[in-house]
Nanobody
């Protein structure tokens, strides 16, 4: 079994910063891409940022220059540093990881339970 546990969400004022963390644990052979998605009320889940195992990154246009994704491969952990937060960033943020559980299985996508980020004065 694989678990993704997120932390670091909360309430922050516009212009503020937050750091989200997500640690993958359980039966893990290898981890490919890890990333963050978000879902605002009444909207579809959207990509925020992803990072491949080799370090290549991909960001949504709306967060470029403000958010930075990082990962610690030794700890199977991915981070999202969020600066200059705007009310439009308010959403539930979900961690995602592409994980292979054994040498004989394929990669599958796993999701965290989500953490709320609210940007409001």
């Amino acid at each position: 079994q694989v678990q993704l546990v997120e932390s670091g969400g909360g309430l922050v004022q516009p212009g503020g910063s937050l750091r989200l963390s997500c640690a993958a644990s359980g039966s893990i052979f290898s981890v490919n891409a890890m990333g963050w998605y978000r879902q605002a009320p009444g909207k579809q889940r959207e990509l925020v940022a992803t990072m491949a195992n080799g370090g290549n990154t991909n960001y949504a246009d709306s967060v470029k220059g403000r958010f930075t994704i990082a990962r610690d491969n030794a700890k199977n952990t991915v981070y999202l540093h969020m600066n200059s937060l705007e009310p439009e960033d308010t959403a539930v943020y979900y961690c995602n990881a592409n994980i292979r559980r054994t040498a004989y299985t394929s990669y599958n996508n796993y999701w965290g339970q989500g953490t709320q980020v609210t940007v409001s004065s």
